[in-house]
């Protein structure tokens, strides 16, 4: 009976190891690949401060010449040099509330002011979209490892148990 509950419980060691090697496999995949998906690029980026505007205030030839839409998104302007841009918010920001005449941290690459996006830990860094799939894709990932080791299978406990007395006896 004892080395019943010894072979268990080496099985559960085994799976916790292979739950704990995965997700940390898993997080370190993940974070070389946000830190290094970013645009604009984060280590070849500047900040600087931006106002969320309402972009029904703005006239059709910088809705033009920016790109910019009318809709749910919001609008940021932001200074340059010499040059004002705009450019639209982007969906990723659910998380957090953002209202007009806000001021918000903008990063932008400095080759091409035109791509910029807010600066803010939810929406730059970490979006739901991303989020998700790398979750799926971890889960998927992790019952292909579960279904390969296989699984706790105690019709095969009493063979196991009669080949080790073979082997070593």
Not at 156 to 168: F, G, H, S, V
């Given at each position: 009976m004892n080395y019943k509950r010894q072979y268990f419980r080496s099985l559960g060691l085994q799976f916790i190891s292979l739950?704990?090697?995965?997700?940390?496999?898993?997080?370190?995949?993940?974070?070389?690949?946000?830190?290094?998906?970013?645009?604009?690029?984060?280590?070849e980026s500047e900040t600087t401060r931006g106002t969320i505007i309402n972009p029904n205030t703005l006239d059709?030839?910088?809705l033009k010449k920016f790109h910019l839409t009318v809709d749910d998104y919001p609008v940021v302007i932001f200074a340059e040099g010499t040059e004002t841009y705009y450019?639209?918010?982007?969906?990723n920001y659910f998380l957090t509330a953002i209202k007009p005449n806000e001021t918000v941290r903008v990063?932008?690459?400095?080759?091409d002011p035109k791509q910029a996006c807010i600066y803010r830990f939810w929406g730059y860094w970490i979006n739901a979209d991303e989020l998700l799939y790398s979750v799926m894709g971890f889960a998927i990932l992790l019952g292909v490892a579960i279904?390969?080791?296989?699984?706790?299978?105690?019709?095969?406990?009493?063979?196991?148990?009669?080949?080790?007395?073979?082997?070593?006896?």
């Open positions: 739950y704990r090697t995965a997700s940390i496999l898993y997080c370190i995949a993940f974070a070389v690949y946000v830190l290094f998906s970013r645009n604009p690029d984060y280590f059709a030839a910088v450019f639209n918010g982007s969906d990063i932008f690459n400095p080759g279904l390969i080791t296989g699984k706790n299978d105690t019709d095969n406990e009493q063979d196991e148990d009669l080949l080790r007395r073979i082997k070593y006896n």
